[in-house]
């Protein structure tokens, strides 16, 4: 799927250029009609005596009236009137986006061209780099990639000259590197853009720009995908969704989860990315944006015609389709086009199938051609003037001796060459052997698991309670713990050999695990189970044995060393953001308490379910769009003596 693009409506743009044109011819009257706010003539003012030369300073000043033309005008006159040319490159460079947001492209080009000769006269590197980067971005809108790239790599140039540059360059060297990696992403040159992406990343980290690390995930995980390397692409793809989570961008947070979708289709995960795909789609209408969901509807259809649903998946193309043409997405309108020439081909009407896939292509070369082959033939024309070049240097120095060095630079580049091919061989090697080892890991953390569900002690101590009902001649107290013990072990057999159960064959097993548990304790334990807000325990999947490392815990270490009533409760209820707690409460001594305890005993009991079901519960998380998570709060009352132990663990529905 090609990365998306902003874009204006034709059917719209007419009328915008139009009215672009008017306001163009009757604004100076409009300037000088207009009543400018005082508020803002004393702002202009205020900036002016200051004449700060940053753009950071600048934009504190003006920034909420950046997107007001009229406004901008006056600070660009008043700016040149007082020969203050960092305001004067201030508003040139806004008005410029003013513009190129309603599509005005060669007006928007002719206000950053002068954004930068002002820039060059200030002899301010910073504003210079600044409107670099704005013009770099006009050029890759109208896809000429060429002088997009060019641009964008005389900034970056421009911008790494500074030893120590300031957060508003820095942040201005991160638009130029997702500009060159946007430009190689489009020419699918993906190991260049990668490594774009991930130099941006770093100055990102270094900002703490949530915005910037979600952006630049986003698109690590588009090279990913395009390059077939899923594993990494969905990594990434749920980092930025973290990271638009945090900044609460409904636009970002759609885009990862339909991009989480689609790698899901590639797994042939098809139930859950079509649940996805539709949960977003309405996500999407809201926001508005017609090439999201376009998109989307796009997906739907491809995930559908895997899934075998081929009146779905015709439905959903069909709709892609009419929204690609309808806001001439060329790139959505190719894609729509090749997913219903396989859908028909499917249904074995080749002639349908064939008219599907001639548009295909003609929009596939559209594409092509307003992109690769104008790059193609300004590089050619720039290698031939190269050489023209190198041979009017070599025809001036070219001598003997100089042969004789090319021919040894020759040969080292060779030598150096076999040896990077080959230290590229040991580092995958290596890079193998560390995937093996994790997953050496994993298993033996399942095989931990089992060990902790059936460890020899609990084993010998049930049956040994059993054992002493039979000395004692309570046969029906042997036989119904025999019974819940048989139960109990079968239970926990079953379980270990699956990957997930449902909610309520958990809580079966946890109340097994109870009864036998409270032989032990003459049946002082009072376990209660609360299951709230209407939820169906049958329809929430979850890691199998899970909860009773934390009921063990709460026994052996919080009530066993406590006199009077001892209570564990067990509740289920709805969280916020779709998640369910189980929250397990008890009574006990608490754990600083509980820990003394332990450290005076001469066998000390070794808990490690606890961490296990957490490294469990980590893992098992890697498949899911939300995360596990487990939370331990230590209870108090009004005279801070410990009364217990609360575990929260938070399970996501999706």
């Not at 410029?96 to 000769?117: H, N, V």
């Not at 990343?201 to 270094?206: A, F, P």
Request: include cysteine; glycine fraction near 4%; charged fraction near 25%.
């Amino acid at each position: 799927m090609a990365p998306l693009k902003c874009i204006f409506p034709l059917k719209n743009f007419k009328h915008t250029f139009i009215l672009g044109i008017l306001a163009c011819l009757i604004f100076p009257f409009l300037l000088s009609a207009q009543n400018i706010p005082t508020p803002f003539k004393k702002d202009v003012d205020s900036l002016i005596a200051a004449s700060p030369k940053t753009y950071r300073e600048i934009d504190n000043v003006l920034r909420q009236y950046r997107k007001d033309s009229v406004l901008l005008h006056y600070v660009n006159n008043i700016s040149k009137s007082n020969n203050y040319l960092y305001g004067q490159a201030y508003a040139y460079n806004q008005l410029g986006r003013i513009y190129r947001d309603i599509s005005l492209y060669p007006k928007s080009l002719e206000y950053f061209q002068q954004a930068l000769k002002i820039s060059i006269e200030a002899e301010s590197i910073e504003f210079r780099v600044y409107s670099l980067n704005m013009i770099s971005v006009v050029h890759r809108r109208t896809d000429a990639v060429k002088s997009a790239l060019d641009y964008s790599q005389e900034a970056l140039e421009l911008a790494e000259t500074v030893a120590e540059p300031s957060i508003g360059l820095k942040r201005s060297i991160n638009v130029s590197l997702n500009s060159i990696g946007n430009i190689y992403q489009m020419l699918e040159q993906y190991e260049l853009a990668i490594e774009k992406f991930e130099r941006s990343m770093i100055l990102e980290q270094e900002l703490d720009n949530k915005l910037g690390l979600a952006i630049n995930h986003q698109n690590l995980g588009e090279c990913y995908e395009a390059q077939g390397k899923l594993e990494p692409a969905l990594q990434h793809f749920r980092k930025s969704l973290v990271y638009n989570e945090i900044i609460d961008s409904d636009k970002g947070k759609v885009i990862c989860n339909y991009s989480i979708a689609h790698v899901y289709v590639h797994l042939s995960r098809i139930t859950e990315a079509i649940d996805i795909l539709n949960k977003n789609l309405q996500r999407a209408i809201r926001l508005g944006d017609k090439q999201i969901i376009a998109t989307i509807y796009i997906n739907l259809g491809w995930a559908f015609i895997r899934k075998g649903d081929f009146n779905a998946a015709q439905a959903n193309l069909e709709k892609g389709l009419d929204l690609g043409k309808d806001y001439n997405l060329d790139s959505e309108i190719a894609e729509a086009n090749k997913f219903l020439s396989e859908l028909w081909i499917k249904r074995d009407d080749y002639e349908k199938g064939m008219e599907y896939f001639k548009e295909f292509k003609n929009y596939e070369d559209r594409i092509a051609n307003s992109l690769n082959l104008r790059y193609v033939n300004d590089m050619i024309l720039r290698y031939e003037s190269q050489i023209r070049e190198n041979q009017y240097e070599r025809l001036a120095a070219e001598n003997e001796n100089v042969r004789l060095k090319l021919r040894k630079n020759r040969t080292m580049l060779i030598i150096i060459g076999i040896f990077l091919i080959l230290l590229i061989g040991i580092l995958y090697i290596l890079y193998r052997q560390s995937q093996l080892n994790a997953e050496k890991k994993l298993l033996t953390l399942e095989q931990s698991m089992l060990r902790s569900q059936m460890n020899p002690h609990f084993l010998f101590n049930s049956l040994n309670s059993i054992k002493l009902y039979i000395i004692n001649n309570e046969k029906k107290n042997a036989v119904h713990y025999l019974n819940k013990f048989s139960k109990l072990v079968r239970k926990i057999l079953e379980a270990s050999s699956q990957r997930e159960i449902t909610l309520a064959e958990e809580l079966e097993t946890v109340e097994l695990y109870m009864n036998i548990e409270n032989i032990r304790f003459s049946n002082e334990i009072n376990f209660n189970v609360h299951v709230k807000d209407d939820i169906d325990t049958h329809n929430i999947k979850i890691p199998s044995l899970i909860l009773q490392p934390f009921l063990e815990n709460a026994l052996w270490h919080g009530l066993s060393s406590k006199d009077g009533a001892k209570n564990i409760d067990l509740e289920i209820k709805k969280g916020k953001n779709g998640f369910i707690e189980i929250i397990i409460s008890d009574n006990g001594v608490g754990r600083d308490a509980a820990e003394k305890i332990k450290n005076s005993k001469v066998l000390k009991r070794k808990s490690v379910g606890i961490d296990i079901t957490k490294e469990r519960l980590a893992n098992f998380s890697r498949d899911y769009e939300n995360y596990f998570h487990v939370e331990i709060i230590d209870k108090y009352n009004e005279d801070n003596i410990p009364t217990g132990t609360q575990i929260i663990i938070y399970i996501p529905t999706i």
